[in-house]
């Protein structure tokens, strides 16, 4: 799978612009501001339905437009998929696939698979828990779609039960039976999203052991543990031994919602004991091992965009990633970089074609 040709209008900085790429590597060269990012941003959104690094679509139309539009050429296996996205300002967004237009996001999630690094990844290492769900949750998503469906479920349920209970402390209402109505909803998807969840750490783990391995060349042992309340009872236990706290508190305090990542070297969290080095290659080893376990499920290379690395690791490191990512395993590749000479010389170092674009502001 690659993109093939890329069009934007009123897209961030861009008014207009167009791109053909390389089947293989692709670097985006230019001043910071340039726009490299924006072009990595909009692959993304053809490939999630939106942006990576905003949660609100408007603020990627660009400065005094009322619109913006993403189209993009993919060939996938022996057939083209065009995807189109749209968004005018006060409307709802627009996502098509060969001119027919989505009737849910979500059903679009996972054809097109996508791997991207970037500086704001660091969050995995020292953000909160809801950094690392977001990681799980867009990982599994691209290879299972009815875990889409029970997650959208159980926070429409988690939603509605966090209403009633603030409702109820403002009315006095304690009718316990209106309040299991949700508990049930939750309990049935959150049993689904924790096995799926305890499937994906089991392949997972292994596959960050080895990438971290490979970067670092060091003995250091990763790991990734799950943290979940389910561990211990199902959610309905849960849900009626703490009901009297969740009254009192006005939300629910127990559920899949409150899962977590531990991020471990030599069994202790690396947001503690690692250096930057080591937090560095951790978020990468994740990221690559999040690849690999999608091109084993989904069957196809996922597309990888790699925003702004080699000022984050040293020259070792980024010698070892260029060769990994060099194999046949690995597909199209997307890098972005402020120095054109920079970026030549590490792929020239490694015997790899490289098609460089250049982006002025």
Same mark, same amino acid.
């Given at each position: /799978?690659?993109? &093939?040709?890329?069009?934007?209008?009123?897209?961030?900085?861009?008014?207009?612009?167009?791109?053909?790429?390389?089947? @293989?590597? +692709?670097?985006?060269?230019?001043?910071? %501001?340039? %726009?490299?990012?924006?072009?990595?941003?909009?692959?993304?959104?053809?490939?999630?339905?939106?942006?990576?690094?905003?949660?609100?679509?408007?603020?990627?139309?660009?400065?005094?437009?009322?619109?913006?539009?993403?189209? $993009?050429?993919?060939?996938?296996?022996?057939?083209?998929?065009?995807?189109?996205?749209?968004?005018?300002? %006060? @409307?709802?967004?627009?996502?098509?696939? +060969?001119?027919?237009?989505?009737?849910?996001?979500?059903?679009?999630?996972?054809?097109?698979?996508?791997?991207?690094?970037?500086?704001?990844?660091?969050?995995?290492?020292?953000? %909160?828990?809801?950094?690392?769900?977001?990681? /799980?949750?867009?990982?599994?998503?691209?290879?299972?779609h009815p875990y889409l469906d029970n997650l959208m479920n159980y926070n429409r349920a988690l939603q509605q039960r966090n209403a009633f209970l603030k409702q109820a402390a403002k009315t006095g209402i304690d009718d316990i039976s209106l309040l299991q109505i949700w508990d049930e909803r939750l309990t049935h998807y959150a049993a689904k999203i924790y096995e799926a969840r305890q499937q994906f750490i089991e392949r997972f783990?292994?596959?960050?052991?080895?990438?971290?391995?490979?970067?670092?060349?060091?003995?250091?042992?990763?790991?990734?543990?799950?943290?979940?309340?389910?561990?211990?009872? +199902?959610? $309905?236990? #849960? #849900? =009626?031994?703490?009901?009297?706290?969740?009254?009192?508190?006005?939300?629910?305090?127990? $559920?899949?919602?409150?899962?977590?990542? =531990?991020?471990?070297? +030599?069994?202790?969290?690396?947001?503690?004991?690692?250096?930057?080095? &080591?937090?560095?290659?951790?978020?990468?080893?994740?990221?690559?091992?999040?690849?690999?376990? /999608?091109?084993?499920?989904?069957?196809?290379?996922?597309?990888?965009?790699?925003?702004?690395?080699?000022?984050?690791?040293?020259?070792?490191?980024?010698?070892?990633? /260029?060769?990994?990512?060099?194999?046949?395993?690995? $597909? @199209? *590749?997307?890098?972005?970089?402020?120095? =054109?000479?920079?970026?030549?010389?590490?792929?020239?170092?490694?015997?790899?074609?490289?098609? *460089?674009?250049?982006?002025?502001?």
């Amino acid at each position: /799978m690659h993109l &093939q040709k890329l069009t934007l209008f009123n897209f961030k900085n861009y008014p207009e612009a167009e791109f053909e790429f390389s089947d @293989q590597a +692709n670097a985006l060269t230019g001043l910071n %501001g340039s %726009g490299k990012t924006n072009i990595l941003d909009a692959i993304h959104y053809l490939c999630l339905s939106k942006s990576y690094f905003q949660s609100a679509d408007n603020i990627s139309i660009r400065h005094g437009e009322a619109f913006f539009s993403i189209n $993009g050429v993919f060939k996938l296996d022996d057939r083209t998929e065009e995807i189109f996205v749209g968004l005018k300002s %006060g @409307q709802k967004k627009i996502l098509r696939r +060969n001119y027919k237009e989505y009737q849910k996001l979500g059903d679009h999630i996972g054809l097109l698979p996508i791997v991207i690094v970037a500086p704001i990844d660091q969050e995995l290492i020292i953000g %909160g828990s809801e950094d690392r769900r977001k990681l /799980m949750d867009s990982i599994i998503c691209q290879y299972d779609h009815p875990y889409l469906d029970n997650l959208m479920n159980y926070n429409r349920a988690l939603q509605q039960r966090n209403a009633f209970l603030k409702q109820a402390a403002k009315t006095g209402i304690d009718d316990i039976s209106l309040l299991q109505i949700w508990d049930e909803r939750l309990t049935h998807y959150a049993a689904k999203i924790y096995e799926a969840r305890q499937q994906f750490i089991e392949r997972f783990i292994p596959l960050v052991n080895k990438f971290y391995a490979y970067l670092t060349q060091e003995k250091e042992i990763v790991s990734v543990r799950y943290d979940s309340q389910l561990h211990d009872d +199902n959610l $309905g236990v #849960l #849900l =009626e031994k703490n009901a009297h706290r969740d009254r009192i508190l006005q939300y629910t305090t127990s $559920g899949t919602h409150k899962d977590d990542l =531990e991020l471990l070297l +030599n069994d202790y969290p690396v947001k503690r004991i690692g250096s930057q080095g &080591q937090q560095k290659s951790f978020v990468l080893a994740i990221k690559l091992a999040q690849f690999d376990l /999608m091109r084993q499920t989904k069957n196809v290379k996922p597309i990888l965009l790699l925003d702004d690395i080699f000022d984050k690791l040293d020259l070792n490191r980024i010698t070892r990633l /260029m060769e990994l990512v060099n194999q046949d395993t690995f $597909g @199209q *590749i997307f890098i972005t970089d402020t120095q =054109e000479k920079h970026i030549k010389n590490v792929f020239e170092s490694i015997n790899t074609p490289l098609k *460089i674009f250049n982006c002025i502001s």
